[in-house]
């Protein structure tokens, strides 16, 4: 299912849940210990009762093309756009490297290296959904 087939009703109910939250690269540095869990981008709703920004999608791609809908993660702004969206995160580029590590845009390679392939970051999306499915809210 390569290119760009528009999305069945169950593929963008599985994007949906997906961009729900959490960030996958964030989870992923909770769990090495490169990101505080408090910065972790999560989603969801905040104690005070308001809703938390949801997650992009992040579609794989293959020779540039992406494999399909079903193909990707949940990815927070800065860990998706990096640099490009540093007006929204409201802090220095420096500063959220140190907070959250690479990211897609600007770091591709360091980011794989440090949060794993498409293929891992997918694998860890689908632990998520799963505990989520099975009514775990510590994921």
Known sequence: MMGAKPPSKADLAHMGRCKAGPCIPCLVGVSLGLIDPA???????AADGHDLPMMEFNHAKSG??????????????WHHHGSQQLHALGMP?????LRWGPNLHDQGNLFRRTFGTDDDLIEAQAFVLEQQTAGCDSV
């Open 64 to 77: 540039n093309l992406r494999r399909g809908h079903r193909y990707g993660y949940a990815v927070c702004l």
């Open 93 to 97: 580029y420096a500063d959220a490297f």
């Open 39 to 45: 910065h972790a981008c999560r989603g969801g709703t």
